[in-house]
């Protein structure tokens, strides 16, 4: 089996660490540790001779002053380096990685050099790809600091950056030598990036968990009030979801566009509305479009639409972009979305909530562009939790 959860007590709280293997590639494991106060002890998930290493951490300049200087002053041994950029998702591209990539040539970075990224998904995604491309391949270790990179980005090894023609078209697949989720750096983060992480646990819930989504909804407040032991709850299980599913299908050739669910729709708005909307609204846009897809298409039931539909509605998510949006604008962008295959765009679709409709264990399907329409149409003209 893939997913060995060993748990281990502190004085400060059960500390939790999930391995994923990755059978198809047998060399690769990668530890996941989550628990408090992980920054201040990094000999619990650095390699032993640390202290000798050329370690380079690339963060956001939001983050550096949170989390970095701190990190730094830790690290102090090692004689560490920063490297930071303005952070946001117009960052995400191929001019911040190759400044940065300059840098650490000019730093005499080598093939040893150990690459720590400290931030959000898009810290994460970038320093990933440089890790994945530097020399051809360097170790890298993430250290997700919002709740989107901790139960999502951060853990199954996609990498990479946005380019005009669409988000995410250039990267490589490239494992972290390990993941440290040192619950803590949430206490820092504004709600809205709180809520823009628990739209990609909520998508896991819906597509593997019915439990845990009628815990979030039961919880809300709770995970809106930064409950440790809530927040360690749910991204415990939103990881041990992503970690059984990569370590079937690390390449998504099936299984793993599970993990699309909501993204065919959300990244069509996203690159639309050029980047404007965080993430996790647009996906949460995307899973509300996608979940009516699903019942128009005979599989969800009402009552599990309106269950995803309200649950939604109290994070008060704004529908606007899509009240605002032109349809076909939408689906041309899906267009070029990289789950199409013969010109056709295919969707995860929901039969139930925790459950995907598959057909002979094909994960994503086509559907009309008529259906497609009349989803955004329908949720787009609901009312929305800001009204
Ligand atoms: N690789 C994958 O599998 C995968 C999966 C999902 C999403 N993503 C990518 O993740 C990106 C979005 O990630 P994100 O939502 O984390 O955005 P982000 O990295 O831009 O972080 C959001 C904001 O929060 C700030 N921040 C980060 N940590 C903080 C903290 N602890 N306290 C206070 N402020 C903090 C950052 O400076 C930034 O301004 C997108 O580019 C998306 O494509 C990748």
């Known amino acids: 089996m893939s997913d060995i959860v060993v748990n281990k007590k502190t004085e400060s709280m059960i500390e939790t660490q999930i391995v994923m293997k990755i059978p198809a590639r047998n060399a690769i494991v990668c530890p996941i540790q989550i628990g408090m106060n992980l920054l201040a002890t990094p000999e619990k ?18 983050v550096h002053k949170i989390y970095g200087k701190y990190l730094l002053e830790v690290l102090k041994e090692a004689k560490p380096l920063l490297f930071s ?21 000019e730093a005499g970075c080598d093939r040893q050099t150990l690459l ?6 898009v810290v994460g995604d970038l320093a ?37 023609q669409g988000k995410n078209l250039i990267g490589a697949f490239w494992q972290p030598v390990c993941v440290v989720v040192n619950i803590d750096c949430l206490k820092s983060l504004p709600e809205i990036h709180l809520i ?19 815990y979030v909804d039961k ?12 927040l360690k709850n749910i991204i415990e299980r939103a990881i041990q979801i992503k970690v059984n599913v990569v370590s079937h299908d690390e390449t998504e050739s ?8 909501g993204h065919t729709i959300g990244h069509a708005l996203e690159q639309v509305t050029h980047y404007s909307i965080l993430h996790g609204y647009a996906v949460a846009i995307g899973i509300l479009v ?39 604008a939408i689906i041309q962008a899906t267009k070029v979305d990289k789950k199409i295959r013969n010109n056709q765009v295919r969707f995860v679709l929901l039969q139930r909530i925790g459950k995907v409709y598959h057909e002979n264990d094909i994960i994503a399907h086509p559907v009309s562009d008529e259906i497609i329409i009349k989803a955004l149409k329908e949720v787009g003209g609901m009312q929305d939790g800001r009204q």
């Open 254 to 261: 099936n299984l793993r566009m599970i993990l699309n669910f």
């Open 116 to 121: 720590l990224t400290l931030g959000g998904g």
């Open 128 to 164: 990933g790809y440089i890790a994945a491309t530097y020399m051809r391949g360097i170790s890298y270790i993430q250290i997700p600091t919002t709740l989107l990179a901790m139960v999502d980005s951060s853990v199954g090894g996609k990498t990479g950056i946005n380019v005009p």
């Open 290 to 328: 996608e979940a009516k897809i699903s019942h128009l298409s005979g599989f969800l039931s009402v009552e599990d639409y309106n269950a995803i539909e309200s649950l939604f509605y109290k994070l008060k998510i704004s529908l606007n972009p899509l009240k605002t949006m032109d349809c076909d």
């Open 219 to 230: 919880e809300l407040n709770r995970v809106l009030q930064k409950e440790t032991t809530v």
């Open 196 to 214: 823009n992480g628990l739209v990609e646990a909520i998508k896991m819930f819906c597509t593997n968990d019915a439990e845990y989504f009628k």
């Open 85 to 105: 950029f303005i952070p946001g998702e117009q960052s995400k591209n191929a001019q911040t990685k190759l400044a940065i990539e300059e840098k650490m040539l």
């Open 45 to 62: 998930w650095l390699p032993d001779d640390w202290q000798k290493k050329r370690i380079v951490i690339i963060t956001d300049e939001t």
